[in-house]
């Protein structure tokens, strides 16, 4: 199979963006975290979704067919392995909570209950629980809900492949609108988190078509791409600290335009991203996503701890979120930073030992599919 070029710029901010949202679920009081960019920074999983959409264009767009039984094991296997251990991992939690509740200590709900219910390891498991509201949408690994919209939007995807490509774009372009605008009426149809994981995918496949025709007719040199990077951060700063109805929908605007333009890998944003720091954390993004809310389990499970052992308010709960408190703020970001340090960490392992095991996997299968008999 040909091997497909690599943006790297645009890897390199996936990784940011993972991080951008561990920071958006971490609350320590007067932190980093409570900056309204962070506070926000939920919206980053938008951008997930434009990418996703892009880099699906990029490497199938163009193809006249779809083999779909290769490009259902690929994704499959790209995606289920880490989802299924973390999976794993949350209910083993459950399991941990239930003893801690036998003795006397309690947490934000009773274990196995709730979006941690045993009905819905089933729909986690086969990624159908954001998709319908017969289930818990936010079910064990919340982060996992656009997982779940990944998946089967991809499968959306490769039925879109069965026409010719003007035809195609022209699909592309009904579902994306379809999704923004059953999203933006909260019409009740599917559930919001697929409307707008289809309309920010196939935006992003609409925004490769659009990058596709400029690379050919234009070259847009250093200088240029540098002040438009500069200002696509800007714009990202500016939407998600605004305060919009339509945050949503801005939000993914402006992803659409950002991807476009650090796809060109040509301007001085694009130079820094390509710094192996970064390149690392685009690697390990899928991980860093699925895995630090596991992590911050056990930091806050530990804040709890030393609250109850010593009186002292480590774990306040403000408003309806758990907050961590060492009393003083410089060292709360000084927890922040050690928490991402341990994330990262975690996410280094989980890619190697999980991810790229479970797709060397999916490799093996289609190996062994072409394979001729006898």
């Given at each position: ?204 496949t609409l925004a490769y078509v659009c990058f596709n025709h400029l690379k050919r007719r234009i070259a847009p ?149 072409m394979v001729p008999a006898g």
């Open positions: 199979m040909q091997e497909v070029r690599r943006f790297h710029a645009l890897d390199s901010l996936r990784g940011i963006c993972a991080i951008a949202v561990v920071l958006y679920h971490t609350h320590l009081v007067g932190s980093v975290t409570e900056w309204a960019f962070f506070s926000n920074a939920d919206l980053f999983v938008e951008f997930f979704f434009v990418l996703s959409g892009f880099v699906m264009a990029h490497a199938y767009g163009s193809k006249p067919q779809l083999d779909f039984n290769h490009f259902l094991v690929s994704r499959t296997f790209r995606l289920l392995p880490l989802h299924a251990v973390m999976l794993a991992v949350f209910v083993g939690l459950e399991f941990i909570k239930y003893a801690a509740y036998q003795h006397g200590f309690g947490f934000n709900q009773t274990p196995f209950t709730g979006i941690y219910a045993p009905s819905q390891i089933l729909p986690n498991l086969l990624l159908l629980q954001s998709w319908t509201h017969l289930t818990e949408n936010l079910s064990f690994n919340t982060p996992a809900w656009s997982i779940s919209i990944e998946y089967w939007t991809y499968m959306v995807f490769a039925a879109t492949m069965l026409t010719a490509s003007a035809g195609r774009y022209l699909l592309w372009a009904v579902v994306a609108l379809s999704g923004f605008a059953l999203f933006y009426s909260q019409a009740d149809v599917l559930t919001s988190y697929a409307q707008k994981g289809l309309g920010c995918f196939f935006a992003g040199g250093f200088a240029l791409l540098s002040v438009l990077e500069a200002l696509a951060a800007i714009a990202i700063w500016a939407v998600l600290t605004s305060q919009l109805q339509q945050k949503s929908l801005a939000a993914s605007a402006v992803f659409c335009v950002t991807i476009v333009l650090f796809a060109f890998d040509g301007g001085a944003l694009s130079r820094v991203l390509r710094y192996e720091f970064f390149a690392r954390l685009g690697r390990w993004s899928y991980s860093i996503y699925l895995t630090h809310l596991a992590v911050l389990f056990f930091v806050i499970s530990g804040f709890m701890v030393v609250q109850k052992k010593t009186g002292l308010e480590a774990a306040p709960m403000i408003g309806d979120i758990r907050y961590l408190d060492t009393g003083q703020v410089w060292s709360n970001n000084v927890v922040v930073l050690l928490i991402l340090a341990v994330v990262v960490t975690v996410s280094c392992a989980t890619y190697h030992y999980v991810e790229l095991k479970g797709q060397g996997l999916g490799r093996q299968l289609l190996r062994r599919r």
